[in-house]
Nanobody, 125 residues
C-alpha cells in the first residue's frame, strides 16, 4: 500500500514557475514508477509525465516538454515536478500516481495503482 500526498500548487501569473512535490509513504516507493496527471474542469484526466522506478527513464507529454522537469529522490520517498513558463492552459488539478515499473501504457491512468488527492494549479493571464 502506498499513500501519496501532493503539495506545492497555487496561483501564479503566466510565465511563472512552481515546484510540485509528491511525498509517498511505504518502504516500496523505490519499486514504483511515478507519474503526474492533470485534470482541468470539464476535461478528462490527461498524462503529464512519468519517471521509472530508478529514475533512469522519464517521459513527458508533448504539451509540457521543455517546460516541465520531473525528478525523484528515492531516499526521501518524494518526486518533484518543476514547472516553468506556466500558461493559463496549464490550469488544472495535478495528481501524483504510483504504478508498475516498466509499463508501456504509462500515459493511461488505469496503469497506476495509487493516487494522491491532487493539488490545484491556477495560472492567471
Amino acid at each position: 500500500q502506498v499513500q501519496l500526498v501532493e503539495s506545492g500548487g497555487g496561483l501564479v501569473q503566466a510565465g511563472g514557475s512552481l515546484r510540485l512535490s509528491c511525498a509517498a509513504s511505504g518502504r516500496t516507493f523505490s519499486s514504483y514508477a511515478m507519474g503526474w496527471f492533470r485534470q482541468a474542469p470539464g476535461k478528462e484526466r490527461e498524462f503529464v509525465t512519468t519517471i521509472s522506478a530508478s529514475g533512469g527513464r522519464i517521459y513527458y507529454a508533448d504539451s509540457v516538454k521543455g517546460r516541465f522537469t520531473l525528478s525523484r529522490d528515492n531516499a526521501k520517498n518524494t518526486v518533484y515536478l518543476q514547472i516553468n513558463s506556466l500558461n493559463p492552459e496549464d490550469t488544472a488539478v495535478y495528481y501524483c500516481a504510483a504504478g508498475r515499473d516498466g509499463s508501456v501504457d504509462y500515459t493511461i491512468p488505469r496503469e497506476y495503482d495509487y493516487w494522491g488527492q491532487g493539488t490545484q494549479v491556477t495560472v492567471s493571464s
